[in-house]
Nanobody, 123 residues
């Protein structure tokens, strides 16, 4: 059983940066697929970025070139560096973990979820 706790959210202005962290406990996340998701009010949850157990990254089109997903294996922490933030990035952000090293073709197959951290970007 993996427990995930997100942190690092906040309120920023457009163009600024935030770094989200997701700390795992209960089991190692070193070699499994990990992902970041977000859900804005009134919208469906969407996959933002994912990182496979062998280090392959995938991003949704709207964040390519602005967001970077990474993992610190020693600290069992997943990060999402978010630069050049836009008002449309405003959402609750969640991290998730699969139980296998590979990531499914779509943002599916995640078994464990955190409680989320809020990001608000003002224009």
């Amino acid at each position: 059983q993996v427990q995930l706790v997100e942190s690092g959210g906040g309120s920023v202005r457009a163009g600024e940066s935030l770094r989200l962290s997701c700390t795992a406990s209960g089991a190692s996340i070193r070699s499994v697929c990990m992902g970041w998701f977000r859900q804005a009010p009134g919208k469906e949850r969407e996959g933002v970025a994912r990182l496979s157990g062998v280090g392959k990254t995938t991003y949704t089109e709207s964040v390519k070139g602005r967001f970077t997903i990474s993992r610190d294996d020693a600290k069992t922490t997943l990060y999402l560096q978010m630069d050049s933030l836009k008002p449309e990035d405003t959402a609750m952000y969640y991290c998730a973990a699969a139980s296998v090293p590979w990531c499914e073709p779509t943002f599916s197959g995640f078994r464990y979820w955190g409680q989320g951290t809020q990001v608000a970007v003002s224009g």
